[in-house]
């Protein structure tokens, strides 16, 4: 059964040779990312290979399902191995953390024990107890009233909103993976930089990974010093990604994201 997920999962034109920007589409790739970024959930990598015991602790539990994420050479085709993964006997990685469970798709009689305890323990059904003894009258009275209590029929934009979503872990807000991708851009371009004895500051970022502000003409008009704003739009600009990648960074390891 094809699994279903809320945010845009991700595609790779090939899975031996997955193309970048397909990959980058999915605010997941951005997740997985993260936590190749973050210190402390590498070292934990790094310990946990080594066989010292994993603990009872939110980054513990994290590394529990995501896992190893640790790699050499292209980080594309890193995450393309790491999401078709398998995480247990029937699931990859991907379907394992992010994709919605696999609900009940028919309106059925439940006829016996298993099926019912089955029925109350999930979050997708309603397991309702009718008694025959009522009119037809009653009964569709009372479901009106457990319908308007337990159910919203929505259609649209809420159905993709990850707060709505059953999966082990959803996005905490909606994000635009384009903005994802800037901010990790600039995040990547800065500790490369950090590598090798060099600070770069925000303007030089954004002209590293090639960012550009939008100015309206209106704006240009009003401005006497013109280039000296523009540079202090990008530095903002800059800050300001810096600051939703390095959250996210810091999050992913607590298994919140962005």
Avoid at 94 to 114: C, H, N, Q, R, S
Avoid at 161 to 181: C, D, E, M, V
Avoid at 203 to 221: F, M, N, P
Wanted: hydrophobic content about 40%; some cysteine; glycine content about 4%.
């Amino acid at each position: 059964m094809k699994r279903f997920f809320i945010s845009q999962h991700p595609t790779f034109g090939s899975y031996k040779n997955p193309v970048a920007y397909k990959i980058e589409q999915s605010p997941y790739y951005f997740w997985w990312l993260a936590l190749t970024l973050n210190e402390e959930y590498l070292e934990l990598c790094a310990a946990a290979s080594k066989g010292i015991k994993v603990k009872d602790s939110p980054i513990h539990k994290v590394f529990a399902d995501f896992g190893d994420v640790r790699y050499e050479g292209d980080k594309h085709k890193a995450f393309a191995n790491w999401w078709r993964r398998k995480a247990n006997d029937t699931e990859t990685m991907g379907e394992y953390l992010f994709a919605e469970p696999v609900a009940a798709t028919k309106v059925m009689l439940v006829d016996d024990a298993e099926a019912a305890k089955q029925s109350a323990n999930d979050a997708s059904s309603l397991l309702i107890n009718i008694p025959k003894n009522l009119t037809r009258k009653q009964i569709d009275k009372a479901l009106d009233n457990i319908f308007c209590k337990e159910l919203s029929f929505e259609k649209g934009r809420q159905t993709r909103n990850p707060t709505r979503s059953n999966a082990r872990y959803s996005l905490s807000k909606p994000a635009k993976a384009h903005s994802l991708k800037s901010a990790f851009s600039i995040i990547e371009a800065e500790r490369e930089a950090l590598a090798i004895g060099k600070k770069l500051s925000n303007v030089q970022l954004a002209d590293k990974v090639g960012l550009k502000v939008e100015i309206s003409r209106a704006t240009r008009a009003e401005q006497d010093g013109l280039a000296e704003y523009e540079i202090y739009l990008l530095s903002t600009t800059v800050s300001r990604k810096k600051k939703l990648a390095n959250t996210a960074i810091a999050s992913a390891a607590k298994g919140i994201f962005p």
